[in-house]
């Protein structure tokens, strides 16, 4: 009889278990979760799971989640079904970072917990409600979401999450300094820019905003004909074969410019479009008209959101970055009766 034919059918991993066979198989700069700087309010740990699984346990069960499925990723209000939402961009960024943290033996579980909260901070209408509500902010600078991600999980709907994780919520962005403290948050940064720079594309197609024949022959030369499949493979195969080369998680140069010029090139035809500033400005209308409400009517605020130490301003904007784009048009609609952003 072989030796593997006298294991048990199954058996119980423990947490224990799987804390030790980090230390034996992940990579040496992996983050391990034993090495955890922990949570704010200490907790017993888990008999089965890992504080990272628990994290991502979190994440997947909260509200801000779940509000995902009806927030905005670039297309206020699509009529199509097969258009990207934030919902569907954050799987998509999860998927694609799982891959690169197996592939590079990095904490798969860490890196799959960012991903999954990443956006949860979003506003509704996506970066046009960011901007309206950076507008709102006067002299005490730009609303971001990823701060209101961690401000989510540890004031709004705290979850307790580990200082890793809301870590790598807060520095998933590039312009945010100083970066992920982690190599697992560096991986969601990257999957994060991978995901929507080739998504985006693939909608704007859909929409009509784009012609493949349009797009920049240096950045087609780098990342091969426009598809997600293949457009995804080798920004990948870049990172792993860089990451590899210079023990950190990184991108090759060539592929990563080329990935800068074609964001340059969405921002200049798909993003700023005029089509998109009309909507978007819409939509930012919305945005002033509900916190402008909100701050007038306070007792509209729901217990969740009445922070006790919180302004009523801070407290209306908690409540209308929250929100869905259909719950924002629907509070506007009967506070307003507009015609709505079509």
């Keep these: 009889m072989t030796e593997s034919a006298a294991l048990p059918p199954l058996r119980l991993n423990r947490r224990e278990d799987r804390e030790r066979l980090e230390h034996d198989r992940l990579s040496p700069i ?22 990272f699984e628990r994290d991502r346990d979190r994440v997947l069960h909260s509200k801000a989640f779940r509000r995902l499925k009806h927030k905005t990723q670039v297309f206020i209000n699509p009529e199509g079904d097969h258009f990207v939402t934030r919902m569907t961009h954050t799987l998509q960024v999860t998927q694609v970072a799982r891959s690169l943290a197996q592939a590079l ?6 890196t799959e917990a960012i991903c999954l909260a990443h956006d949860c901070g979003h506003t509704p209408f996506g970066h046009a409600g960011e901007a ?6 006067g002299e005490d600078g730009e609303w971001l979401h990823a701060d209101q991600g961690v401000r989510i999980f540890r004031v709004l709907e705290p979850c307790n999450l580990s200082w890793e994780v809301l870590d790598g919520i807060r520095a998933h962005t590039w312009r945010v300094r100083p970066p992920p403290a982690t190599p697992e948050g560096w991986l969601c940064r990257y ?76 921002f200049e035809k798909v993003y700023l479009r005029p089509e998109a500033v009309a909507q978007a400005d819409k939509a930012r209308g919305v945005i002033h008209s509900l916190v402008d409400h909100l701050e007038k009517h306070p007792d509209e605020i729901p217990d969740s959101y009445r922070i006790a130490d919180a302004p009523v301003s801070l407290q209306a904007l908690d409540l209308v970055a929250g929100m869905t784009d259909r719950y924002a048009l629907a509070m506007h609609d009967r506070i307003f009766r507009p015609r709505g952003l079509v």
Excluded at 32 to 42: D, F, H, I, L, P
Excluded at 105 to 110: A, G
Excluded at 132 to 137: I, P, V, W
Aim: proline letters at 4%; zero cysteines; aromatic letters at 4%.
């Design 30 to 51: 992996a983050t391990k979760v034993s090495e955890s700087r922990g949570r704010e309010q200490q907790e017993p740990p888990d008999t089965l799971r890992t504080a």
């Design 105 to 110: 033996d990095l904490n798969e579980t860490l």
């Design 132 to 137: 309206a509500l950076s507008e709102r902010m």
């Design 191 to 266: 999957a994060d820019r991978i995901a929507y720079l080739t998504h985006d594309m693939l909608d704007a197609i859909r929409a009509g905003a784009l012609d493949r024949k349009s797009l920049p022959a240096d950045v087609v030369r780098v990342l091969g004909e426009p598809s997600g499949r293949n457009w995804i493979r080798i920004m990948i195969d870049a990172l792993l074969e860089e990451s590899v080369a210079r023990g950190k998680v990184v991108m090759g140069a060539e592929v990563l410019g080329a990935m800068r010029d074609f964001r340059d090139f969405m």
